[in-house]
């Protein structure tokens, strides 16, 4: 029997990768890896997250980009910095809370 995990973070949340140097706003969850083989094979087996833990898909920003990136529970920490996101789809699917953080535009859609 495999065990349901809850995911440590939430939609919304404004959370930094643990080794690069990117952050971003999660938009949506997997409770376990739902990508495809390929994607990830493709990540150095040194530093390869396990399948079995919930997967999240960020709209993230580095200091040259924007783009959407899926990782793994175990590389995200929060991100209490306060900044906004600058992602240029953000108001697409977020309103921005009086606390800082962000809520979903539309939640029926989550």
Do not use: C
């Amino acid at each position: 029997m495999i065990k349901a995990r809850t995911a440590k973070f939430q939609i919304g949340q404004v959370v930094r990768h643990r080794i690069f140097s990117f952050r971003g706003v999660i938009f949506d969850i997997d409770p376990e890896f739902n990508n495809t083989e390929e994607w990830w094979l493709s990540i150095p087996e040194e530093v390869r997250p396990h399948k079995d833990q919930p997967f999240y898909h960020l709209l993230a920003e580095n200091a040259e980009s924007e783009y959407v990136a899926y990782v793994s529970e175990q590389n995200l920490l929060p991100d209490d910095s306060g900044e906004p996101i600058r992602h240029s789809q953000v108001a697409e699917i977020f309103i921005k809370s009086k606390d800082g953080g962000y809520r979903p535009r539309n939640p029926s859609l989550n």
